[in-house]
């Protein structure tokens, strides 16, 4: 399993972005190798993560490949005051079993 955390400090939005995002959103919630997302904040920083699980490393390609996706990627700076992505593999997830999560083992 593969995550792929995007870090970002939004500094404004418009309808282009609205759109593009919508988009992008809906693409990756539409690929077969998407297994979920957490999004988390962090109101101190005035920093948003948001965080893609995906089946192997093909749906982050398939991401990265995406027309949408590389339109915003190219105006990144309109919306947001900086970024940072962290790919990472899943090597292991536990938990109690209280918690319904996508990296659940079953």
Do not use: C
Not at 6 to 24: A, G, N
């Amino acid at each position: 399993m593969i995550s792929a955390t995007f870090i970002f400090k939004q500094k404004s939005s418009d309808h282009e972005f609205d759109s593009l995002d919508q988009s992008i959103e809906s693409f990756v919630i539409k690929h077969p190798e998407y297994l979920g997302r957490d999004q988390w904040s962090n109101e101190e920083k005035g920093t948003l993560a948001v965080v893609y699980y995906f089946q192997t490393e093909n749906g982050l390609k398939a991401l990265k490949d995406f027309s949408d996706h590389k339109s915003a990627k190219s105006q990144y700076h309109k919306w947001y005051e900086g970024y940072q992505v962290i790919v990472s593999q899943v090597l292991h997830t536990y938990g109690d079993g209280n918690l319904d999560h996508v990296t659940k083992q079953k």
